[in-house]
């Protein structure tokens, strides 16, 4: 799903939010109140978005939690206000600005030190250190086009493998078929570092995949 997609959405629930407010109920002696089934859907809707684009450690989840557990007309105007404020944030590029430049950053620590592991004669958990970089930038990306990474499994919950997530990022074009097929190599070699299979590659191939994963994801950012 592209950005444009998850601003539609925001788009939806602010008029979700707006038709909520329109059901405004006034009373002489108590708070104004709404529609309370409009205002529960308008609430879960919302709160479904937000931990899906921001997840539920965000200020703005427990925010929007703590101002809609009502039907007062306060509550359902502090809950439009706050989904227009994230789709401005949204729109205005900040969400995946600022955190892709936190994720680039600590990611580069992760590869530096990789880096000094190759060049201090560890392949092996180099190779397993660039994979496993590899793999949670494809996470990120796949929070950026609104994919899941997770699946549900035997009535649970479990991440997606790295090679699914792979195929469904190209699939929304978030980068090239050329793109995929290099990130399935890099993969398949990480995998070989975790499972022991150290003579299934070089240590050349493992400094060509920190340089590509490096390469890769200054091209394709979060």
Known sequence: MSLDAIITRADQLIVMGQQVIATRKR??????SVDGALMKGFRVAVLSFIDRVYGREHPHFAEFQGSTNNDNIDHAESGLAIIRVIREEIAGGWLFTVRGLVTAEVFADFLEMAEH???????DPAAVMGGSVLEEHLR???????????EQKNEKQVPKKADRLNAELAAATAYSKLDQKQITAWL????????????????????QLLTGVTNFMARVPT
Do not use: F
């Open 27 to 32: 009373s002489e002696y108590y708070a104004d």
């Open 117 to 123: 592991l190759l060049e201090s004669g560890y392949k």
């Open 140 to 150: 990120q990306l796949c929070n950026k086009h609104a994919i899941a990474i997770d």
């Open 188 to 207: 398949d070699l990480r995998n070989n570092a975790a499972h022991g299979i150290y003579n299934a590659y070089t240590r050349e191939q493992v400094g």
